[in-house]
């Protein structure tokens, strides 16, 4: 269980670092995607984006 709650924080913080290259490609705008102004900057929490990148890579994963 810890080993995925790790997965998942390091999949959320590098997602939130390529925020605005995911925008430009459409993924930065699903229903589940939080965007919050906090003390004058921009939080962006990727839920959603990590749910479906994370499928692709697993249904890719048993492919391989």
Known sequence: ???WALVIV???VVLSLFA???SRMGLGRLPGD???RFRGRLVYLPI???VLIS???TALGRLI
Do not use: G, S
């Open 1 to 3: 269980m810890l080993k």
């Open 10 to 12: 390091v999949a959320v």
């Open 20 to 22: 605005p290259q995911f």
């Open 34 to 36: 939080i965007t919050v």
């Open 48 to 50: 959603t984006t990590t």
């Open 55 to 57: 499928l692709a890579l």
